[in-house]
């Protein structure tokens, strides 16, 4: 028998400053932060898939010209995505452009915590 792979399972963005980048995502996008979370870890109850912020991984440099996240697509959902574009937006956070749409509802991508960017969809 061969071992497979379900699917993603947990999702986590290395950061700097892991207390900012939870700020962030608490006070802007409103998501809550999980019973537990590991030492140097924010984990948020996200469904289905757990969602944190974490310090770097040994050997992981974030300084001089990195791009957080350069390759990957994050995408998240949410019920009102124009709504959170408002938000975001009068709130100074670096948004691409007006909410779009797409086969997957409204959407729209905004820099989040140390330059990773980050596409909402949905409502």
């Not at 699917?7 to 809550?32: K, Y």
């Not at 996200?46 to 010209?65: K, N, Q, Y």
């Not at 997957?104 to 990773?116: H, L, Q, S, V």
Request: aromatic share 8%.
């Amino acid at each position: 028998m061969t071992a497979a792979v379900e699917g993603p399972d947990f999702i986590a963005l290395q950061v700097t400053d892991v207390p900012a980048a939870a700020a962030f995502f608490e006070r802007l996008l409103g998501l809550r932060r999980a019973p537990a979370s590991p030492p140097g870890a924010v984990v948020f109850a996200t469904s289905p898939i757990p969602f944190a912020v974490r310090e770097p991984l040994p050997g992981t440099d974030l300084t001089g010209d990195c791009v957080p996240g350069l390759g990957v697509a994050l995408w998240l959902r949410t019920d009102d995505a124009p709504e959170l574009h408002a938000r975001l937006v009068a709130a100074g956070v670096e948004v691409a452009g007006p909410v779009r749409d797409s086969p997957f509802g409204p959407t729209f991508t905004f820099t989040g915590p140390e330059g990773y960017r980050l596409t909402v969809h949905g409502g």
